[in-house]
């Protein structure tokens, strides 16, 4: 079971995806089905809360947003 690290903006989901040029990570809305498959997805949970965890201690960037670790299955349609 894969997860996400989520945060809503103006209504909008968005998502943690790896920037492997900028060696940082970056935030993705939702805004069709395919960009689902661009977010960064650990296979457990404890990774997720690694990688959510080293970005509110070194973006400050993202570290702005509230973020939960989901399920990526509950934003499949």
Do not use: C
């Not at 920037?19 to 809305?29: D, K, T």
């Not at 400050?60 to 509230?66: F, G, K, Q, R």
């Amino acid at each position: 079971m894969s997860y996400v690290i989520a945060t809503k903006i103006d209504g909008v989901y968005h998502f943690v995806k790896p920037n492997s040029e900028e060696m940082r990570f970056e935030l993705v809305p939702l805004k069709q089905q395919g960009d689902l498959y661009k977010a960064f997805n650990p296979p457990n949970k404890t990774d997720a809360v690694n990688v959510l965890n080293w970005i509110k201690n070194n973006d400050d960037e993202l570290a702005v947003h509230d973020y939960t670790i989901e399920f990526q299955a509950r934003f499949q349609r």
